[in-house]
């Protein structure tokens, strides 16, 4: 009986671990789907993680709307996808190296102004209690959810329409399989992904929000743990598919709320060993669909060259 | 050789650029930018104190820089540093751990062995996985970099933790007599020789052998290489290895030059600030050097600023964000700028 309430408690952590931690998840990982559609891989999304924090932070401080930091955020993303992309123009300019530069550029800007917004508390961003009919603290806690969540959920179907239906989504997913093709479409390639990369920073940058204004729920300079930089190996694992970056995301999520829900009921081992889980099935889902003639199934034939 | 004008002239122009944009940002947080800079100069180069800050922080930089910019000239993109710094560092560690009692000289040799050969064939797998599975290798080097750090960790909090360390979980320690000793009386220890040496050598094969003419064959047409019957798998492989050991080197050093232990300042970010001293350089072992030197400075004067001026500690990371896109950036006008060209190329 005493391992059988331990089980449903490492559960029901899990599962609300995978809606609270895997929410910026979403958000970041649909933003880098969406940069690598279009034929470009965005390293800096770390970077705009932590602006999109501080900067939705600071903003909800100053105006006592949480939105208004939200979308503050959102902004800072875009500025910083925009700086990216413009740099990357060029084809002798590597997106990579840039992604790591604007990594380190734009957390030491965020710690550099975000300074001043640490000690102070910020209006957070409400949440829905759907567990109030719940007796247990767990089962309440775990079902107290975040709007944003559910903005993340309805985003990764609504991109999955856009990038199949729309013009717009056509034209992203060409410029991503084949520059000469678009090319001899007559379309702006560079434009495309400006476009792309801004709205990806965007939403990394609302995911950012989503750390400072929920969930840990404050400003601090080791506020994030390196999910931007996961959001490139969550959209593989995800096959560069919208709808699998929402269940991966919550795989992600749930996997990283594994190691303490197990602590919390006595198991120590291997804490460590099961934050490396999301990697090595990354890894080893990239090794078994590779094959020795062709990439990845899915991936943007952009990044075989 | 004929491009050397051009990369000097856009390096230093780059340089300069930067200088202004810096300028720029001290002036909106109400610095004077002249005070500021020289307080960057003396903190980084200003005295033999600061010129040993320096060099300690750009040992590291050297090596994990190599583990970028070897297999880039093979075309490969690795950003697994990271990774292979923490393998060799911990792999040093065990050794240590395991040889305690052995004369040290045999120790020292053993970490470094090993642990720079654990760490090549940890960016060796990245390179084999590219070349016969195509999986993508720098998407596959991230991966490893997180497997390696929880691997560090998981042992650091594991099974090799030495209950002494709270606050700061680590390894048992490798012992006051294994350890790489310092300079004379200074706090620059020998291993950043080692930092030096690697990118001498590394120039050396790269520029000068026939190993290192085939890598930049392979690098600049691999189906030219496989035409005129060059070994590209062997010559892939091992320009993975020599990269992931140089890292693994960084990582031993660590190690047995200053914690004596495996902790997490494994994973201090040496390995990513590497990559970008890799892509700064244009994969030149030798211009690896400089821009080391040029990084650890800064990082070094963070110290000074935060004292004289009241900027905070990330005042740094700003410079170095904006050294790096602006030199990142410069890479679009090569072959762009008219009198930078070498006369033959132009009709």
Known sequence: MESDIGLWSVLIAVLGGAIRVGTPFIFVSLGECLTEKAGRINLGLEGNLIMGAMTGYAVSYLSGSPWLGVLAAGCSGCVLGILHALLCQNKQVNDIAVGIAMMLFATGIAFFYGKAFIQPSAPRLPSLGFGSWASSPVIKAALDINVLFFLGVALAPAMAWFLRTTRWGNAVRVVGESSDAALSLGMNINRVRLLSTMAGGGLAGIGGSYLSLYYPGSWSEGLSSGQGLMAVALVIFARWNPMNCLYASLLFGGAAALGPALQSVGVNWGYYLFNATPYVLTLVIMIAASSAKGAVPGMPGEFVK | ?347
């Open chain 2, 1 to 347: 050789m004929l491009k050397t004008v051009e990369i000097w002239c856009l390096s230093l122009g780059a340089l300069l650029l930067s200088m202004l944009l810096i300028t720029a940002f001290i002036f909106t947080t109400g610095n004077s930018p002249g005070e500021v800079f020289h307080s960057l100069y003396r903190g980084a180069f200003g005295s033999w104190f600061s010129w040993q800050n320096t060099l300690v922080r750009a040992a590291p930089l050297m090596l994990t820089a190599l583990c970028t910019a070897l297999p880039a000239r093979v075309g490969l993109i690795v950003i697994g540093g990271e990774g292979a710094m923490v393998v060799g560092g911990l792999t040093a560690a065990m050794t240590g751990i395991a040889l305690q009692s052995a004369p040290s000289f045999i120790v020292i040799s053993a970490m470094m062995i090993l642990g720079g050969g654990c760490a090549g064939l940890w960016i060796i797998a990245v390179g084999a996985l590219r070349h016969y599975r195509n999986v993508n290798e720098t998407i596959s080097s991230l991966l490893l970099n997180y497997i390696a750090i929880a691997v560090l960790n998981f042992l650091v909090v594991g099974v090799l933790k030495d209950p002494a360390t709270l606050n700061n979980p680590s390894t048992y320690s490798i012992g006051e007599k294994n350890m790489i000793t310092s300079i004379g009386d200074s706090s620059v220890h020998w291993g950043l020789l080692y930092g030096l040496v690697v990118c001498l050598a590394m120039w050396f094969v790269m520029r000068r052998t026939t190993f290192g003419f085939a890598a930049d064959v392979t690098g600049g047409n691999i189906r030219a290489a496989r035409l005129v019957g060059l070994p590209v798998a062997k010559i892939v492989l091992l320009s993975c290895f020599l990269g992931g050991a140089a890292a693994g080197l960084a990582g031993v050093i660590e190690i047995a030059a200053i914690q004596g232990r495996a902790n997490s300042s494994l994973n201090a970010g040496y390995g990513y600030a590497g990559i970008l001293v890799a892509f700064l350089a244009r994969h030149n072992p030798l211009a690896i050097i400089p821009y080391a030197l040029l990084l650890g400075g800064i990082q070094a004067s963070g110290g000074l600023l935060q004292r004289a001026h009241d900027l905070p500690d990330a005042t740094v990371a700003v410079f170095q964000g904006i050294i790096f896109i602006v030199i990142l950036s410069s890479e679009m006008l090569y072959g762009r700028i008219k009198f930078l060209q070498p006369k033959s190329l132009i009709s």
